[in-house]
């Protein structure tokens, strides 16, 4: 079975990897996955974080949902943890998605347009 | 929802929680006798009996926090739409059974759509969830449980992203091949 084979090869590669880094769970994701995230396509979001993260070799990052209902007009939303550093984006897209992984994960920069107006 | 994998993960969100440590999706097509079916079950706390009628109100909530649940009607709207049939089974302590049955070619059944990407999300939040996924397609039956997949995976944690992507590239290879198969022979049998 081909995609055996492929996930023997992909395991052999992650225990090089981890057994070469030291694991840091310091940067954690959540997505909101509620009725209201997921029928604004929260699903996707998440699983356009995945592949990107993949992308990146950002393996570690700990990715959580919540379900709770949040506020319609604002899903999807995805909040970003690092450290004691708390980001929350707002009406998020496939593309902005893959821009916030970019910028504030690997680059470290707060993506602000897109986050919460502070009150 | 544009997509019934919408509507069951959905669904896989209230089985958790209601502190679900299991849960299984059944998916049975049969386009001879013109059924797509859908079950999801779950261990979680489950309700009482009398509470089921009042799921399918919208203001209905047994959660702590002050939610609308809007999940279960709106899946009802989407089986009424077809004249589908709909019903849920609990019991307290035993966990809760959603079966959602819809006729296989009306017109305004929603898709299947990104099943495989439901799963991955799924599992990619929720790594200690027992997951089992059966997929029926006309007497065919492609099956994946987190049991096994976790003991091909050894100490690697299911929940990294690479691990993931590839899970949804593989359920999804899977099922298609499952959903395509009939079609092909019938290809080969026309030459």
Redesign the interface.
């Known amino acids: 079975m081909k ?2 084979k ?2 023997d090869e ?2 052999e590669k ?2 090089q990897e ?1 057994s070469a880094r030291e694991q840091s769970h310091e940067v954690i994701i959540t ?1 909101n ?4 995230g ?2 604004a396509g929260a ?2 979001i ?2 356009t ?3 990107e ?2 992308e990146r070799g ?4 700990a ?3 919540t ?3 949040g506020i319609h007009k604002y899903e999807p939303v995805l909040e970003v943890k690092k450290g004691t550093e708390k980001t929350t984006y707002v009406n998020v897209n496939p593309d902005k998605t893959r821009e916030i992984v970019r910028k504030h994960l690997v680059e470290g920069e707060v993506v602000k347009e897109w986050t919460t107006p502070a009150e | ?1 544009e997509e019934l ?2 509507h069951i ?2 669904l896989a ?2 089985s ?2 209601a502190g679900a440590t299991c849960i299984e999706i059944t998916i049975r097509e049969d386009t001879a006798a013109n059924v797509l079916e859908i079950i999801v079950r779950d261990n979680g706390r489950g309700m009482a009996r009398e509470d089921v009628p009042r799921v399918l109100d919208p203001f209905f909530t047994t959660k702590d ?1 002050k ?5 279960i009607p ?1 899946l009802q709207e989407a089986v009424d739409r077809c004249d589908g049939f709909f019903e849920i089974e609990a019991q307290p302590l035993v966990g809760v059974t959603v079966r959602a049955l819809f006729p296989h070619n009306h017109l305004d059944r929603a898709p299947l759509g ?1 099943i495989s ?2 799963i ?2 799924l599992l ?3 790594r200690s969830l027992n997951l089992t996924y059966k997929h029926h397609y006309n007497g065919q039956t492609f099956c994946f449980e987190t049991g096994e997949f976790k003991n ?3 100490d ?1 944690p299911i ?8 899970l ?1 590239k ?1 359920l999804a ?2 099922i298609a091949n499952l959903r395509e198969a009939e079609k092909n022979e019938e290809h080969q049998r026309t030459g």
């Open positions: 995609s055996i492929e996930l992909l395991r992650i225990k981890m997505v996955m509620g009725t209201c997921i029928a699903r996707d998440v699983k974080l995945l592949e993260l993949k950002l393996n570690e990052v990715l959580t949902q379900a709770c209902d | 929802m994998s919408q993960l959905d969100y209230n958790l929680e926090r939610r609308v649940g809007l999940g709106l990104d990407g439901a991955s999300v990619a939040g929720n091909m995976l050894g690697i929940h990294r992203p690479d691990i993931m992507v590839w949804e593989h290879r899977e």
